[in-house]
């Protein structure tokens, strides 16, 4: 009985496998998590090399993830009129081509180049990630189709925590170990020499990334992957019809709003965790280099946690239903956070990286409800669904100015857990419908 279970998450009831084509895609979704948690220590960093504040900072995050805002429809679009292989294609074109230019915004020695890339970076993600999710969900049966997509996307973790790995060991520890007050007080030249010394420490992992991609966009191109079409892909009606049921769907456009506070509750929380440790140890007595490394060690055990348990969640899902276990993990992270908030201290950070443990089976749940009933719509649906993502760039920059702000009460880096906090709330409220039988068309 065990083994049926198992062969139907790959296996349509026609009994056609596609396991190698699950195996190719699924190597996606740990690039995209490895581009993520790269990205999210570079708020610090590139505040610390351009003397910025936080919330300029947190540009980095804007263009990142505004690039997943802007290339989602059109990528919806372009799979709808040729094929879910050749948007991850596309996808995996972009990606590279923003990596790169990493090389030569290092030799224009300012922060908009940068922007500039992670934007056509984020591009290319928006085009991989509107691919390969539904691209999943139509790999088998489609009762089993949430639980495969929250099997590959446990794979999305093992990427982040390499890049959070190469984040720490390869650019934070081998930044100048000046610090920001210290910075402050450099003339012109010997600023433009640090500048240049640790953008060059910083680029150089991107440019290593860009040829990985590279080599896996040549295997894709080279490789027989069958073609996987939504069923209903021949009776597509137009755009606007198309939006039109959408918002019409409950489920969907619930979904929609869920997603757009999770993905804001999670970059918050992986972003400022380093802004939060950093004050913490820097209290301790210790340096801000060195609380920072620190810092994102915690960062890295709290991934650990989050790969740990979007395993662990995949499985208590055959015994759960997806949205109830959900709402449960959403409503222990909000406690965690009153802690991160209250607490802080050391206390307050062991809190908050126990929350990561409480995110790791939101995004693949939320995205795999919320497509549950659209049928014939689902390139478009995936599109709305990573427009949300605009979350992880306009929350962090609301988080940031709590941050930068001279609040009175407590430590601003501990009153501006307050936004995640009303993030899962609303993923919490979104759980609950699913924790039910639940009209998808009401």
């Not at 191109?221 to 049921?245: D, G, I, M, Q, Y």
């Not at 965690?336 to 790791?360: N, P, W």
């Amino acid at each position: 009985m065990n083994g049926e279970k198992k062969s139907r998450l790959l296996v349509t009831r026609e009994g056609v496998s596609y396991v190698l084509p699950f195996i190719v895609v699924t190597c996606c979704f740990a690039l995209w998590g490895f581009a993520n948690d790269i990205t999210n220590p570079m708020v610090k960093a590139f505040s610390k090399i351009f003397r910025m504040s936080v919330t300029d900072g947190t540009l980095v995050q804007v263009a990142f993830y505004g690039g997943y805002f802007c290339m989602a429809l059109p990528a919806a679009l372009f799979i709808r009129r040729h094929s879910f292989r050749s948007g991850i294609v596309m996808g995996l074109a972009l990606y590279a081509l923003g990596v790169l230019l990493f090389i030569p915004a290092r030799t224009m020695g300012s922060f908009a180049p940068f922007l500039v890339a992670y934007f056509i970076l984020t591009c290319g993600l928006s085009f991989l990630e509107t691919t390969a999710n539904p691209y999943i969900l139509l790999m088998g049966d489609p009762e089993t189709a949430t639980r495969r997509l929250n099997f590959a996307q446990s794979f999305n973790p093992v990427g982040s925590l390499t890049g959070m790995v190469v984040a720490m060991n390869f650019i934070q520890a081998r930044l100048s170990p000046l610090d920001t007050a210290q910075r402050a007080l450099l003339d012109d030249a010997q600023f433009e020499a640090l500048k240049q010394s640790d953008l060059g420490v910083l680029v150089h992992p991107y440019a290593l990334l860009g040829v990985v991609i590279v080599v896996l966009l040549v295997i894709m191109l080279l490789v027989p992957v069958p073609v996987v079409r939504n069923t209903s892909h021949e009776k597509r009606s137009p755009l606007w019809p198309a939006v039109k049921r959408l918002w019409a769907n409950k489920s969907y456009r619930s979904g929609v709003v869920a997603q757009f506070f999770y993905v804001g509750a999670q970059i918050t929380c992986w972003t400022f965790i380093i802004q939060y440790g950093t004050r913490v140890f820097m209290a301790e007595g210790m340096g801000e280099q060195a609380a920072e490394v620190l810092s994102q060690r915690y960062n890295i055990v709290a991934m650990v946690l989050f790969c740990v348990m979007r395993f662990v969640g995949v499985y208590l899902m055959k015994y759960v239903k997806p949205g109830r276990l959900m709402a449960i993990l959403a409503a222990i992270a909000i406690l965690l956070l009153v802690g991160v908030i209250v607490v802080g201290g050391r206390t307050g950070m062991c809190c908050l990286v126990a929350v990561s443990a409480c995110m790791s089976v939101m995004f693949p749940t939320i995205y795999g409800l919320a497509l549950g009933g659209v049928k014939e719509d689902t390139e478009v649906g995936s599109a709305g669904l990573i427009m949300a993502i605009l979350g992880g760039s306009l929350l962090p920059a609301l988080q940031a100015m709590l941050i930068d702000s001279n609040v009175k009460v407590m430590p601003a880096v501990n009153l501006s857990f307050v936004v995640p906090l009303i993030c899962f709330i609303v993923v919490l409220w979104y759980g609950m419908l699913h924790a039910k039988p639940f009209n998808q068309q009401e």
